[in-house]
């Protein structure tokens, strides 16, 4: 995992808009972890700019807000659902 306070994604990596507060946030980072999956993450709570990047991919206000390489996005997904979005 690359932690960031950038808001520039990492081409071809996942890229995971959150909040440390957030519990679906570490749960989910947990799981991308575990996966040993390349991924970044950024912080929406360190740039207002951030969260207005992750509600704009969303359109909405809910975090983790996850980008995958070929530009699809799940928000609040279940591990099951990132699990099955990465076949593994």
């Not at 808001?7 to 990596?13: H, L």
């Not at 957030?22 to 969260?51: F, H, M, P, Q, Y």
């Amino acid at each position: 995992m690359t932690d960031t306070s950038s808001i520039t994604p990492v081409d071809g990596a996942i890229t995971m808009y959150g909040a440390d507060w957030c519990r679906d946030c570490r749960r989910t980072e947990a799981l991308l972890n575990d996966l040993g999956v390349e991924w970044t993450k950024i912080d929406v709570e360190a740039s207002a700019e951030a969260a207005a990047q992750a509600q704009a991919i969303s359109g909405r206000m809910n975090i983790p807000v996850v980008v995958f390489p070929d530009g699809s996005h799940l928000v609040e997904p279940s591990d099951a659902a990132v699990r099955e979005k990465l076949a593994v």
